[in-house]
């Protein structure tokens, strides 16, 4: 089979300015016996995008228009912003009731059901702005990490857009964008700052020390925090429409958080890692053995019953939230070895509209005289407008890919990126998550961008 088809069926292409290395390839157990069909069709071959960009007429920094779309998981959603941080407009679609039916995320359902409301929302999004494709500087686009069938949807219509308007593409990292999102927020926030990310997929603590440079300081061995929130609410017969966070969130505010000792995971573990796969086993056992039945919607629970769950919700909270502040206080100490300047601790991803766990963090972070920036809950769960935001950086940067072409080709594959590191591990957080190396598809977005800028020299 041909290279290319094969790269085709698996969702890959190179990148204009992301080099697509032999470790890629080597991973996909797939040999680079013909070099020549990587070349993505729709764009010359160089390792780096920036002699592209130049030819591309740009409008003033200040002045981009530029339209994110974000399709990574459950939500649909799209959003216009300007490089002057103005939110021009934001609308996001959510699968609420693919949630209630499925209790999580199916992918091929999720990915049905952004094929339904794609073009509405990115329609309602330009509709909301006041505005029409012709006047975009750009359209940014998440291209991982997250499920490929959900991702293929809003990269095709980025694809289509950019191509009809020929407008040029940037790629974005959804964990990048779910942290650079603060510095929209919080002008004042300048690199280097930290970041704590909490999502349904993802625990990252990280050390940003410039746009595209992230030092991975810990994440999760197994479960992220979102995904144990979801499972308690699901098991405790939750009403599942907003997602098991804050179901919990508002549950655990009835209980006694002392009331069930739930231990806390990795204690003996001196790193910043996570693991909530144990916790859920834990949560999961108080459950069976307090006979609660899930079956039972909560809203027809007894009181007696009502507050048995109550209990175990804020208990379960309690504890998860307990094992992100140690992580928290160990990443401050050794990314203040790394860069005594930082001054900021970002904490972002949908569990960071938590209200309980935003005031917790607040403390550990005062502690250390540190300041806590959390962006307002609408821009903590998957947004457009942080794909748009960090689509902006980057375009500033002169990182994005020229307009593919107007008419869709059969050579033209979609760059998808289901599993990328946002950075490479710190050397000290490594050994304890040597597992975690297995699960590495893509370089890091870190790797690749400092490969392209040593192109540059
Ligand atoms: O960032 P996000 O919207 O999507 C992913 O990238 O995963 O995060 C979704 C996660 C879900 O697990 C959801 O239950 C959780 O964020 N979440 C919350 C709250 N709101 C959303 N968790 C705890 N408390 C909340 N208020
Ligand atoms: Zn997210």
Known sequence: ?????????LNLIPRPWLPYTVTTLRALKLKPHKPQLLRPMWAPLTLSSFSVSAQIHRPQDDNLVVLGIETSCDDTAAAVVRSSGEILSQVVSSQADLLVRYGGVAPKMAEEAHLQVIDQVVQEALNQ????ETDLSAVAVTIGPGLSLCLRVGVQKARKTAGSFNLPIIGVHHMEAHALVARLVERELQFPFMALLISGGHNLLILAQGLGQYIQLGTSIDDAIGEAYDKTAKWLGLDMRRSGGPAIEELAREGDAESIKFSIPMKQHKDCNFSYAGLKTQVRMAIESRNINA???ISCASS?????RADIAASFQRVAVLHLEEKCQRAIEWALKIEPSIKHLVVSGGVASNQYVRARLDQVVKKNSLQLVCPPPSLCTDNGVMVAWTGIEHFRMGRFDPPPPAVESEDFVYDLRPRWPLGEEYAEGRSEARSLRKARIHPSLTSIIQASLQQQH
């Open 1 to 9: 089979m041909a290279l290319s088809s094969t790269l085709s069926r």
């Open 129 to 132: 702005a006041n505005l029409s």
């Open 304 to 308: 007696q019953d009502r507050r048995s």
């Open 295 to 297: 079956e039972i919607p």
